[in-house]
């Protein structure tokens, strides 16, 4: 008899069926035993009586949690179950049983423990929806731009140049060069557009920040597009085209996750409608300004003014036309006002702060190169980047999501750490 | 008039259309000048009569090469062009034209001169339908494996511990601790594996090696995937039908480009009609010995015996159960004989060299510890993954295949830096 998949169970009830997984937990009603029986896919309940299977009974009530087992029995119908259905076992053969004690209970425990135990930790209670829910997001970007006839790239991790300063930098011996750890895909992804047209990827980044916050990691996934003869509003468009895309996948695909995580899939949805609200940098600042922040135009945002934007309107808000100063040296500068750029941020609701950075990108070579000497860069380092200028250069604009904080959103997370397997933070690279 | 890409004009025949792209070359015939123009999804060429429309024909005339243009025109059918389709056009509007000459011309140039413009060689020739394939080649990996259930992860690229021993490890400071690129993303996939059951990833891996060979880069991407409750007859199984599946999707997504390289999708496909042939190490080192290579038991196999291997079978075959003191420590050995491993490579046809390597991996506690102790490695950074034996323990298998490979192999590709976008090589970081 083949084995089924928990999620799949209620296609089988009323058939014998083969179940292979873990003992998630254990409680039992007099003479009832109901364990909780987990694969992966799902949690299914298995309900064993004393007085029907007493021979069954005795052996489960032996079990303790995490034992890896095999299960046959028959699925039974049961509205009230999340999977719709529960088992009536028959047999229960033990694949391993623990000698110790599973050390994660299902009580509180303090984030460094549960970071220590990353490893076991993500077998239970939300981490399986919050990174089921990440499969989602990640094939949810992917589809939205192969659908549009982007073609799927990847930029380089070990580079000899770095997009935004050498601060925070991870640095490396390359046989006896430098190289460092890439911060974002963009101007390789520049540089394939120019040969393929619009290009994606989703690749690791890598900023060696020593912040300790809810919302950074040291290595995190960015998904990044980037798109020839395509300009600022054209961007602003693909983006909220993107966001909407996804929460709506991942809205379908994964209601029972969001569900199990307290998120609800159509409030999320209504937070996604299309279009975004688009305010200039002056007008938050303003905003932020009248709301009580103490901030003035210059000045860069902070989580509690990203929270406080988030609050006024309630769902993803564009800033845009941020000053040039502010943003790195290859954002296109606004032809009606050169102390601006034609880049925005997009702000997501509920206070999980800035999820897309993106913008259209300098094309002209001689304006390129005067922001790059106003930011004392190195040109050499950048011949091959300015090449792209020289040869056949065209409006062209892209962005970068931040994957990590897309799933922090969607799944109401409490801190960026749960939404990514293994999260590095300063003080963490075990396990 | 919306801009169409090229890959879609022949769905426009008779229909004025405007094209986006860059001019890739230009010939005259006495009163008829041929230009052709690239856009990423492919080439069109644009045909002007000097007597028809004289003055478009003095523009084009003094078009040079990897000029940005908008060119708007009727698309005509013909049969001849590998699109089907011609432009007749009635008007350029040229968006940036190069000061200098566009250093590659069609003509041979060295590697190394092409590796240090790669930016721009991305755009020429063979380059384009190879990253084009690529694109293909990872959307198959990934589809295959969602079809059938499995959940995509990300295993971390920072870690403090490593699969395959510290010698060619990239190692760099984390906050004061020692941290080395990963060169596999296994161990984590297994952990993984435990909480999701089935799971997949495509990631980068980084090997230090100072082999400069034509199937080496330092940086390359690994396609992983790791299955609870599976054994090694079952990881050979997916694993061919993952291959054959790959092979079936590009021929069909990508045959126009597969034909621009010289390769026939249908001989493609016939060399991965499955069952894939399964030889015993023994036997395999018996073959080649044979065949006059100097190799006796215990001998890992290089370039040439792989290449041997493929010729003597013209598809690609499984070499299962090495020697256990060749395999990493995680490989489970077989019941039937303690000095081989469950495991197995597979060897890609016309000598393109192993594209996979995989195994049933330990489950015991007890031997997984023996194997370590037996090859010196420092039991407490493996804590974590001991416990995966500690706590519910049960059979499973894996493997990573390294898509440059892959791709090489399907392309046909003299090299596997034209495999990926940006290679890296010991002596090449740059663009």
Redesign the interface.
């Known amino acids: 008899m083949p084995?089924i998949?928990i999620?799949h169970a209620r296609e089988h009830i009323g058939e014998q069926v083969t179940i292979?997984g873990?003992?998630y937990n254990k409680r039992s009603s007099g003479k009832i035993l109901f364990l909780q029986v987990r694969?992966?896919?799902g949690v299914i309940q298995a309900v064993i009586s004393a007085v029907d299977t007493s021979a069954l009974f005795d052996q489960a009530e032996g079990l303790t949690r995490?034992?890896?087992l095999v299960m046959r029995g028959t699925v039974r119908a049961d509205d009230r179950a999340p999977t719709g259905c529960e088992l009536q076992p028959t047999s229960i053969d033990v694949?391993?049983s623990?000698?110790?004690p599973?050390p994660i209970d299902l009580k509180e425990h303090t984030p460094g423990f549960l970071m220590d135990q990353?490893?076991?930790w993500?077998?239970t209670g939300r981490?399986?929806p919050i990174?089921?829910i990440?499969?989602a997001v990640?094939?949810a970007f992917?589809q939205f731009f192969?659908d549009r006839?982007f073609?799927?790239?990847?930029?380089?991790?070990?580079?000899?140049t770095s997009v935004e300063g050498t601060t925070t930098l991870?640095?490396?011996?390359?046989?006896g060069?430098k190289?460092y750890?890439s911060q974002s895909g963009q101007l390789?992804l520049e540089?394939?557009?120019?040969?393929?047209?619009?290009v994606y990827w989703i690749?690791?980044a890598?900023r060696?920040e020593?912040s300790k916050t809810r919302k950074h990691i040291?290595?995190f996934?960015i998904a990044e597009a980037e798109m020839?003869?395509c300009d600022h509003a054209a961007n602003l468009e693909i983006q909220e085209q993107l966001v909407s895309y996804i929460v709506d996948f991942v809205a379908g695909e994964r209601k029972q996750e969001l569900q199990q995580l307290g998120r609800d899939p159509a409030a999320l949805r209504a937070q996604v409608k299309l279009p975004f609200p688009r305010i200039d940098y002056a007008d938050a600042v303003d905003r932020l300004s009248k709301a009580g922040h103490d901030i003035t135009f210059g000045d860069d945002f902070g989580a509690p003014h990203e929270a406080t934007l988030a609050e006024m309107f309630g769902r993803p808000v564009f800033v845009e036309r941020f000053p040039s100063a502010m943003k790195p040296f290859y954002m296109k500068r606004d032809p009606k006002d050169e102390a601006r750029v034609l880049g925005a941020d997009l702000i997501a609701p509920e206070g999980y702060g800035e999820i897309i950075g993106g913008s259209q990108r300098e094309?002209s070579y001689a304006a390129l190169v005067a922001h790059m000497e106003e930011q004392k860069l190195p040109l050499d380092a950048y011949q091959?980047?300015l090449?792209?200028?020289?040869?056949?250069?065209?409006?062209h604009a892209g962005f970068g999501m931040g994957m990590e904080r897309v799933v922090t959103w969607l799944c109401g997370a409490a801190h960026i750490r749960e939404a990514?397997?293994?999260a590095?933070q300063?003080?963490r690279?075990?396990?």
């Not at 394939?192 to 619009?198: H, K, P, Q």
């Open positions: 084995a998949t999620n292979q873990w003992l694969d992966g896919t995490e034992t890896s694949i391993h623990p000698d110790v599973f990353r490893h076991l993500i077998r981490q399986v990174l089921r990440r499969d990640f094939r992917r192969h006839g073609i799927a790239t990847e930029a380089p991790i070990l580079t000899g991870f640095e490396l011996d390359y046989f060069d190289a750890l390789y540089a394939t557009a120019m040969a393929l047209g619009n690749g690791p890598f060696a020593k040291t290595e996934w020839a003869f094309d091959w980047y090449d792209l200028r020289r040869f056949g250069s065209v409006p990514i397997p293994f590095r300063i003080n690279l075990y396990p």
